[in-house]
């Protein structure tokens, strides 16, 4: 094959391949939604399995608290993970 058709075979499959486009920022309202929907999932996420524990032991708020404790940290976590630490801030 010559050199002329391969740069013609080239850039056939160049004009089939598709072209990405830039991946931009999330708003900054984007941004605070997102947040926001992860804060309130972990929060429902820790009142159910706390529920459900204080309800298999018999023991009404005390692994409610702990569960809501658990899932604040695990929240602020991924939330620092997510934004904070992957900004370079």
Do not use: N, Y
């Given at each position: 094959m010559?050199?002329?058709?391969q740069q013609?075979?080239?850039?056939?499959?160049d004009n089939l391949t598709p072209k990405k486009a830039?991946?931009?920022?999330?708003s900054r309202g984007s941004a605070a939604f997102n947040i926001a929907?992860?804060?309130v999932a972990g929060m429902i996420v820790g009142v159910i399995i706390g529920l459900f524990f204080d309800n298999?032991?018999?023991s009404k708020p005390v692994f409610l608290i702990i569960c809501l404790i658990l899932a604040m940290v695990a929240a602020f976590r991924s939330i620092w993970n997510k934004n904070i630490k992957k900004n370079g801030a």
């Open positions: 010559d050199h002329k058709k013609d075979i080239q850039a056939r499959i830039p991946l931009s920022k999330p929907i992860e804060m298999l032991f018999d």
